[in-house]
């Protein structure tokens, strides 16, 4: 089976920084894309960025220029740097890895984290 851990949320003041972790754990082969959706209180879930290679990256207009995702393919995880944090940046954010292929040859298209809070606030 597969499981995506999500680790780094938190507290934050405006301005200030957090990074984010998520694991996913399992016999893995290959992870095709990996990213980060968020969803505040009384929205819907929303891309903030998504990775497939370190060249190939694609972030929501928001997180543009304050937020950088990388991603460790040895490790399986992937990471969302947040920096310059706004208020209406809170939201659970939750790991998202497309095209998990196991050893055993099973595939698992579309997987997700339990999520993880951030707040910002003074």
């Known amino acids: 089976q597969v499981q995506l851990v999500e680790s780094g949320g938190g507290l934050v003041q405006p301005g200030g920084s957090l990074r984010l972790s998520c694991a996913a754990s399992?016999?893995?082969?290959?992870?095709?894309?990996m990213g980060w959706y968020r969803q505040a209180p009384g929205k819907q879930r929303e891309l903030v960025a998504t990775?497939?290679?370190?060249?190939?990256?694609n972030y929501a207009d928001s997180a543009k220029g304050r937020f950088t995702i990388s991603r460790d393919v040895a490790k399986n995880t992937v990471y969302l740097q947040m920096n310059s944090l706004k208020p209406e940046d809170t939201a659970v954010y939750y790991c998202?890895?497309?095209?998990?292929?196991?050893?055993?040859?099973?595939?698992?298209?579309?997987?997700w984290g339990q999520g993880t809070q951030v707040t910002v606030s003074s």
């Open positions: 990775i497939r290679t370190s060249t190939s990256t």
């Open positions: 399992g016999s893995i082969v290959s992870i095709n894309t």
């Open positions: 998202n890895a497309l095209g998990i292929r196991l050893r055993s040859g099973s595939y698992y298209f579309d997987n």
